[in-house]
């Protein structure tokens, strides 16, 4: 009997020195895939829709410095439709072929069945997927067509509000500054981006409504689709002084590149070259580098800042979380809105002399 047991003992320790050494090496190779999947540099395509656009420029010179940090092991490869749907096509079909872990996508067209066509695109490869500045309505109908995608989009009402508040702190600090004609009433000149894009829509929607819930009456002499575009709004501006010369109180832009080409077509008139009686409310969103110096020049009255190092980490963090098959807010503290992450900017505002913030 005693035998009996000691034989058992002797079978349950080797058992239990099994189990243990089976356990170790289980974790053992775990931990080694998983360092093997954070060593790998990542391959990231990232087209843009027009990258020669100054604030575009600016992210991509962010990602650019994400992918020169050894730590971050990732490689970004950038691509630029030109705003135009065949090159993105052609350009996305030669991505396609290669081996990519990752696309970062700001579509030339971003109409539900463009949308929905691209996605099938890249599914097609099992290829993780970001697209970026969709609208809710089209994210709501095609979220749940692959399970590798995210949608990025910045908080364009904040933007919106942000600027809307720089002209209300310009009116109660000194309502004769804007209001020149002395009637109680903005008159303003919208520079609107593309009318189908959701960023122009919110930004133009809050800014004005942020202006009007002050208790400030306004009046939209007109509204102009500048395309973010600085030459098509200043041959714009150009044409409506034209027209609304004096009338003109205030110039609203949805973004700094349109707000330039503003003062590029009143400088030719005189305005907003440093006399206070010939100077007309300019404000964007962006603030970009030479929006700085305007405002600093006082040719320009205010921006809000999108720093585009924020968007830069999110989208590396959101693509990392993609290649790694986690949620793309997974260890984040970025939101989720309606199936869309929303880029956390924290839109300070700069108006010079004022101080705004």
């Known amino acids: 009997m005693k035998i009996f047991r000691k034989v058992i003992i002797v079978i349950l320790a080797t058992l239990t020195i099994f189990i243990l050494t ?38 991509k010179e962010s990602l650019e410095d ?7 092991n990732v490689n970004y490869t950038f691509y630029d439709s030109k705003s135009n749907i065949a090159i993105q096509n052609e350009l996305l079909d030669s991505a396609l072929q290669k081996n990519y872990d990752l ?16 996605i099938f695109r890249v599914k097609q490869k099992g290829v993780p997927l970001i697209l970026m500045n969709i609208s809710p309505d089209v994210v709501s109908k095609v979220s749940t067509l692959y ?34 004609n002395n009637d109680n009433i903005l008159q303003y000149v919208l520079l609107q981006g593309p009318p189908d894009d959701p960023q ?41 002084f034209l027209k609304y010369s004096d009338r003109i109180e205030a110039i609203i832009s949805n973004n700094d590149a349109m707000a330039i080409g503003a003062i590029d077509a009143l400088q030719k008139y005189g305005y907003n070259k440093g006399d206070k009686s010939k100077n007309i409310a300019i404000v964007g969103i962006d603030a970009l580098p030479e929006a700085i110096e305007l405002i600093n020049r006082g040719a320009m009255t205010g921006t809000v800042a999108q720093d585009p190092k924020v968007a830069a980490e999110m989208l ?3 693509g990392m979380n993609l290649i790694n098959n986690l949620s793309p807010t997974e260890n984040t503290n970025y939101k989720n809105i309606n199936g869309e992450i929303l880029v956390p900017y924290p839109y300070d505002t700069y108006t010079g002399k004022l101080k705004n913030s």
């Open 22 to 59: 089976s356990t170790i090496k289980v974790r053992t190779l775990a931990s080694s895939n998983l360092k093997l999947n954070n060593t790998r540099r990542a391959n990231v395509a990232v087209l843009f829709h027009r990258i020669n656009d100054p604030y575009t420029v600016r992210i």
């Open 66 to 72: 994400i992918g020169k940090d050894p730590k971050n």
């Open 103 to 118: 696309f970062i996508l700001n579509l030339a067209d971003k109409r539900e069945n463009f949308v929905e066509e691209v």
């Open 147 to 180: 399970d590798k995608d995210a949608f990025v989009i910045p908080d364009s009402k904040e933007a919106g509000i942000a600027q809307g508040k720089i002209i209300v702190d310009l009116w109660n600090k000194g309502k004769n500054v804007l209001d020149r």
């Open 200 to 240: 122009a829509i919110e930004r133009t929607k809050y800014a004005i409504s942020t202006i009007n819930d002050s208790g400030i009456k306004t009046q939209e002499l007109t509204l102009v689709n500048g395309n973010w575009l600085r030459e098509l709004a200043a041959s714009s501006i150009d044409n409506l």
């Open 316 to 318: 590396y963090t959101v």
